[in-house]
């Protein structure tokens, strides 16, 4: 099967923007000049606000059907819960905190009101109902009344972050997309009665090295809001990088369509018009750019959300394993990252001067409880996560950067291993990886499959979890034998399961024979 490399123009639109006077209709009419220069194709997703204004509903209506896509970005504005007879109680006419802004403060038949207003009035400014519907995030409920009700062809909701704007979405699919779980929006369904039969896709496009940790101070003992290097325009940090600064763009592209992606490799581009074109525009005109560059080699296709997520449904009954292969950082060729990520589970292999480890590795889980299932987000911000097993983010403090870091056998401290190597990812059908890290003294390989992993070296080793601080997001030990480890997070349970190798205590595995082998599952079973 040939690896479809994907990019998404995605660009939504506010009615307004109430922490300064910004003109928002100059950024759209501005993004379609854009788009229509290169003849690409692309979506807009219009919030409910925007929907009404006759400013839009021109500009939207006169654009050419076959290139264009309109679909609904479904934050809750003012107008939209007081049309339903609901009281507002944000601060502004669109207000980006939880408990107003998003659904997760509504309850089931409050938000089935506002879903069936805003796909109703959809329906009579353009004629047919929306087939693409995205947010920041939207919970599981919601999910499944849009899907179930009025039909999709694809969703989309954030990034991976902690905190940032008060969102904060942990431990899912790292990137491209999913068929989620009908019980928790954020995980991937494990068997077919529990899949919800529409793709998510994880916007903007976020850098494999840096984003995961970007802005952790590893001495301090508290969390920090994360920051933002994505494909998003607006941002251009010099020392951290941004879809904004050509340098990372150009870095960007190389790595996340070079191949190395198992299934498909997949970005979101585009902005929200709340930022208005003067930021945005230098950036967006340099990417399309290299859109239209990199598209007229046959490297890259460009496409609306919803053709891909048609193609997507057409083409995997269930989720396909993925991975995001970067094989330097952006200002950096020794720092080394890959995200693998399947229905089971996602990890991050990361090579830095502190040596070779797995940064992060989280389980999912079909039937974890979505947090707001049954019960309101009274709060200014929400959260989504999964099943923690290493963190290299939220366990890091107190001067230790946390990770499962392999180690020599004989080695009683955590020494940098394997700091600087060569790196082969190689793709082995049927959703195996490998990744083979070689320094001309020894090799280490990492056989990643649907719901296992297995590590070999050509020395003994073992692997030693280093834990900063013991955050909220870290599991509770319920039993250790030498082959297994019982997990609880939040109630659930979950195991790891010893094939090969044993469990000295919570916290160090010794290969056998060179080998550790990981097996990964949900529950008591």
């Known amino acids: 099967m040939s690896k479809r490399q994907i990019v998404n123009i995605i660009n939504f639109i506010r009615g307004v923007e109430p922490r300064m006077d910004m003109d928002l209709i100059t950024p759209v009419r501005e993004q379609i000049r854009l788009i229509d220069q290169y003849h690409f194709s692309a979506t807009f997703l219009i919030q409910y606000d925007a929907l009404l204004m006759p400013e839009y509903q021109e500009i939207l209506r006169a654009l050419d ?88 062809d694809a969703m989309c909701n954030c990034k991976e972050q902690y905190g940032t704007d008060g969102y904060t979405l942990w431990g899912g699919y790292y990137g491209q997309g999913y068929y989620p779980s009908r019980t928790n929006v954020f995980m991937p369904a494990q068997t077919a009665n529990m899949q919800l039969n529409v793709p998510l896709f994880r916007m903007l496009g976020s850098d494999p090295v840096y984003q995961y940790d970007f802005g952790l101070d590893v001495s301090n003992s508290q969390n920090q809001v994360q920051g933002v290097i994505t494909l998003e325009p607006v941002y251009n940090a010099s020392t951290g990088g941004g879809g904004g600064l050509p340098e990372w763009v150009d870095w960007y592209l190389n790595e996340n369509y070079n191949g190395d992606c198992l299934s498909f490799g997949y970005a979101q581009a585009g902005q929200e018009n709340s930022f208005g ?207 297994e480890l019982a997990l609880t997070y939040k109630n659930h349970a979950y195991r790891i399961v010893l094939e090969s190798g044993s469990f000295s205590d919570t916290c160090t595995v010794t290969a056998q024979d060179n080998v550790i082998r990981a097996h990964f599952i949900n529950g008591n079973r």
């Open 65 to 152: 059907p076959a290139r264009y896509e309109i679909g609904v970005w479904f934050e809750i504005p003012q107008p939209l819960a007081e049309r339903c007879g609901l009281t507002w109680t944000g601060r502004y006419p669109w207000d980006w905190h939880c408990h107003c802004g998003f659904s997760a403060g509504y309850t089931h038949g409050q938000k089935q009101l506002l879903l069936d207003e805003l796909f109703s009035r959809f329906k009579e400014i353009f004629g047919y109902y929306p087939r693409v519907f995205g947010s920041w995030f939207f919970d599981s409920f919601t999910a499944r009344y849009v899907t179930d009700t009025y039909g999709l």
């Open 277 to 483: 074109w003067d930021a945005m525009k230098d950036g967006l005109i340099y990417q399309f750019a290299r859109f239209d560059e990199l598209s007229r080699q046959g490297l890259l296709t460009v496409e609306p959300l919803g053709a891909t997520g048609r193609w997507f449904k057409e083409t995997y009954p269930s989720t396909p394993a993925s991975a995001i292969t970067a094989h330097s950082a952006f200002d950096d060729e020794n720092k080394k990252s890959v995200w693998y990520c399947t229905k089971h589970y996602r990890i991050n292999i990361y090579q830095d001067e502190q040596g070779l480890r797995i940064r992060d590795l989280h389980i999912f889980a079909e039937d974890y409880a979505d947090p707001y299932e049954n019960t309101l987000c009274t709060a200014n911000d929400a959260t989504y996560d999964t099943l923690p097993v290493v963190d290299g983010n939220l366990n890091s403090g107190n001067g230790i950067l946390s990770g499962l870091y392999l180690q020599d056998a004989a080695g009683s401290a955590l020494q940098p291993f394997m700091p600087q190597s060569e790196m082969t990812f190689s793709d082995l059908e049927n959703s195996r990886a490998s990744v083979l890290f070689t320094d001309g003294s020894r090799e280490v390989m990492f056989l990643l499959e649907e719901d296992a992993v297995e590590i070999h070296s050509s020395q003994k080793f073992v692997l030693r979890h280093a834990i900063g601080r013991k955050s909220h997001h870290l599991p509770a030990v319920t039993a250790q034998s030498s082959d």
